[in-house]
């Protein structure tokens, strides 16, 4: 398999390349070249089969040549091996048409260890073959970071530095990060806003200097390694319950469009997805998108689902691609357009093409009583991200005797406090994070200023070669 930028220009990589390089040069985000169809009887052949067994089979087509299977195999196993549920994502049954599936057994209580201990795995072998060495540089508002941070502490041949802003984000969030002592590990609180962040790691992936001394590379969801790894549940989770014979429908907490592009991705292979739904918070632009064909940037609005406090949605850009008939010119053109203007107006003809997709926005009381419901109706304490899934998925115009999954995916434990508001319910800590407060924090503290977080890195990164 390989795999092609949505810009058109970059050259075309295997999964091998696509996976150190993050970002196309050309600015864009990779895809496969085409998507692999499974027929009905291929899906049906997973019935039975375990998560690890399940994965390794949806990956393949997705790996090609770079890995062997038992290579493969291995991997999935390890990453997955450190989960605290046997089923890995295990669906709970809420009523008669609602699921919820877990995603937040992992380390770090965020769905996004599902693909992130993967992908550390995936570096570590490409690394190995190579001799090379990478250093990961980004930038975090919370769970990304403790996500990376747990799958890439003490492996060879990767400096990770993560930059968080100084006091904004969460104690559980930030311990998560600075109790893992390892020496490839390095915090950097900016004394700045998660923006600031963010932006210095913008300039040090565009500056000369740094990209001639290191190997720099991305952990965020531009990574196609990491939407492959989510690929896996939503086959998993539809299998059990029932397809390919039955169709289900998805609802997605949705912030940086990378799960929902994930699902899409399912259904180009050929699961019978009834509806991918678009779950935002009061941060709307893909509700926006999908209902009116306003893709605009709006000004961030803090809320109890931060993980969705976005007002860009990167792998939007993915499904673009698609909808533009897989022309990288046009594709380029509309994303100029818009890192220019700040908007882009999606015409009807290219929505109907993607309608597998709905979308609804949540808002704080929204996701107050999908916390209630679920508590009171169904005994399930969920956390803000997952109860603005479940109120879309609630509200959902859907065909009658439709199971609709919503993808749960953060511990309640982790937003213990707006949990705590809605519910009254103080969700508390799983055993296995329990050591947080009892750790010592390594960190260090930097001001927003770039050539001292330029000069930090430098120090401490290994040459790429
Ligand atoms: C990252 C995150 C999301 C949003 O996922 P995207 O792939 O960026 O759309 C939703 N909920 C939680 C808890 C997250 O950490």
Redesign the pocket.
């Known amino acids: 398999m390989d795999y092609i930028s949505t810009r058109g220009s970059a050259p075309a990589l295997d999964f091998e390349q696509v996976t150190l390089a993050g970002l196309a040069s050309d600015g864009g985000l990779y895809v496969p070249r085409e998507w692999p169809r499974w027929s009905a009887a291929d899906f049906e052949s997973l019935r039975g089969l375990s998560y690890v067994e399940t994965a390794v089979r949806v990956m393949t087509p997705f790996v090609g040549d770079a890995l062997t299977q038992d290579e493969l195999r291995s991997l999935c196993s390890t990453a997955y091996g450190g989960f605290a549920h046997d089923a890995i994502t295990p669906l709970v049954q809420l009523d008669g048409a609602h699921w919820l599936l877990e995603l937040?057994h992992g380390p770090t209580l965020?769905?996004?260890d599902v693909a992130l201990q993967m992908l550390g795995g995936l570096f570590e072998t490409f690394l190995a073959r190579s001799g090379k060495a990478l250093t990961i540089v980004g930038a975090t508002s919370?769970?990304?970071g403790s996500?990376a941070i747990q799958s890439l502490a003490g492996r060879e041949r990767i400096e990770i530095f993560m930059l968080h802003p100084h006091d904004r984000i969460t104690d559980v969030q930030r311990r998560q990060m600075t109790t893992i002592h390892a020496p490839n590990v390095h915090n950097i609180a900016i004394e700045g806003s998660f923006d600031d962040a963010q932006a210095m790691v913008k300039r040090i992936f565009g500056d000369e200097d740094m990209r001639a001394k290191f190997s720099i590379s991305a952990v965020n969801?531009i990574n196609w390694a990491r939407l492959m790894a989510?690929i896996v549940y939503y086959v998993w989770a539809a299998i059990q319950l029932g397809a390919p014979s039955r169709r289900v429908a998805f609802s997605?907490?949705?912030?940086?469009?990378?799960?929902?592009?994930?699902g899409y991705a399912a259904a180009q292979m050929g699961l019978p997805i009834e509806r991918i739904i678009v779950a935002t918070n009061n941060n709307d632009i893909?509700h926006r998108a999908f209902s009116q064909g306003d893709y605009s940037k709006g000004a961030v609005e803090a809320t109890g689902?931060p993980?969705?406090d976005?007002q860009i949605?990167?792998?939007f850009e993915r499904l673009l691609f698609d909808m533009e008939g897989r022309d990288g010119a046009k594709t380029n053109a509309r994303m100029a357009d818009f890192d220019q203007s700040g908007r882009m107006t999606i015409p009807r003809e290219m929505l109907d093409k993607v309608a597998l997709f709905s979308s609804c926005r949540a808002d704080a009381d929204d996701m107050s009583s999908a916390m209630r419901w679920a508590h009171e109706q169904c005994d399930e304490v969920i956390?803000p991200?997952?109860a603005?899934?479940l109120h879309a998925a609630r509200v959902a115009d859907l065909p009658e005797d439709t199971a609709v999954v919503t993808?749960a995916?953060?511990h309640p434990a982790?937003?213990r406090e707006t949990v705590e508001r809605a519910t009254g319910v103080r969700p508390a800590l799983p055993l296995r994070v329990g050591h947080l407060f009892e750790r010592e924090e390594r960190l260090d503290i930097l001001p927003a200023d770039y050539d001292v977080v330029k000069a930090y890195i430098t120090e401490r990164a290994v040459p790429s070669a």
Do not use: E, Y
């Not at 997605?252 to 994930?262: E, H, K, L, Y």
């Open positions: 937040f965020a769905f996004k919370g769970d990304t996500a969801s989510q997605v907490p949705t912030g940086n469009f990378g799960d929902a592009f994930a893909m689902a993980s969705m976005i949605a990167s792998n956390d991200h997952t603005a899934g993808l995916t953060a982790k937003f």
